[in-house]
Nanobody, 124 residues
Framework: QVQLVESGGGLVQAGGSLRLSCAAS????????MGWFRQAPGKEREFVAA????????YYADSVKGRFTISRDNPKNTVYLQMNSLKSEDTAVYYC?????????????????WGQGTQVTVSS
């Protein structure tokens, strides 16, 4: 069983930056494709970004493309989400997840392992 813990969230002004981290424990995530999702109040959980197990391929939601960057450090068992040019509509709880099902990366049911989430609030 993989345990995921997100950190790095907080309050930031529009146009600012944050870097989220997702630290894994109990098991290595080096063989897992990983993703980030977010959920705003009253909205469904939505895909943000995903990265293949070796870091060679990354995928982004159109809403964050060009502003967010997903990366990973397998020796540190950690996945990151660098968020730049933040907007008020980026306000949400951000979740890290481990991809385990043969489904589209954008489908949250493709992910078996989830962290508890970290709050990101962007003030305008």
């Amino acid at each position: 069983q993989v345990q995921l813990v997100e950190s790095g969230g907080g309050l930031v002004q529009a146009g600012g930056s944050l870097r989220l981290s997702c630290a894994a424990s109990r098991r290595t995530i080096s063989s897992y494709n990983m993703g980030w999702f977010r959920q705003a109040p009253g909205k469904e959980r939505e895909f943000v970004a995903a990265i293949k197990w070796n870091g060679d391929n990354t995928y982004y939601a159109d809403s964050v493309k060009g502003r967010f960057t997903i990366s990973r450090d397998n020796p540190k068992n950690t996945v990151y989400l660098q968020m730049n040019s933040l907007k008020s509509e980026d306000t949400a709880v951000y979740y890290c997840a481990g991809y385990t099902m043969n489904k589209p990366y954008t489908d949250h049911t493709a992910y078996q392992y989830w962290g508890q989430g970290t709050q990101v609030t962007v003030s305008s």
